[in-house]
C-alpha cells in the first residue's frame, strides 16, 4: 500500500497489518477529530527491529502465548509488513508459519491444563476445570 499500487505482494502486507492489529489490540492507524493523524505500521516494524514488542503488545497477550508462538506469531507479523515487496512471504509460507505458531500455542495450553497432585500414597491428574482423573 505504501508503493501505492496493489498486488499479491500488497494482500500479503495487508494481512500483515491484521496480524500486528491482532497482537497490539488495536487499529494500525489513529483518528483525531476525524482526521487521520498517524499511521502506526512503521512504529511496529521499528519496535520489532528494536527488539521492543513489549511496548505494543495487547497487555496481557504476552502472559497468555508460548514465547515461541509468540515469536512465531509477529515474525510473519513483520515480515509480512517488509517495505520491499520482495522480501515478503508468500501467502503459502504465511499459512505455514501460523500454523507452527497456533501447534506451539496448543501445545503449551494442553501443558498448562494439567497439574500432578500427590494426595498421600495416590497420585491424580488435576485439569484445571475440577476434574480429578485417578492417575
Known sequence: ??????????DVYSFGVVLFEILCGRLC???????????LVPEWRRCYDENRLDEIILPGLKEQMHPGSLKSFS????????RDH??????????????????QQMIHIRF????YVIWGDKRAIQITAGTVIPA
Open 75 to 82: 515474525a510473519i507479523a513483520y515480515q509480512c509488513v517488509m
Open 1 to 10: 500500500m505504501e508503493m501505492g499500487f496493489l498486488s499479491k505482494e500488497s
Open 86 to 103: 520482495e522480501e515478503r512471504p508468500t501467502m503459502g509460507e504465511v499459512v505455514e508459519e501460523l500454523e507452527f505458531s497456533l501447534e
Open 29 to 39: 492507524y489513529e483518528y483525531h477529530n476525524h482526521e487521520l493523524t498517524k499511521i
Open 112 to 115: 498448562s491444563m494439567i497439574t
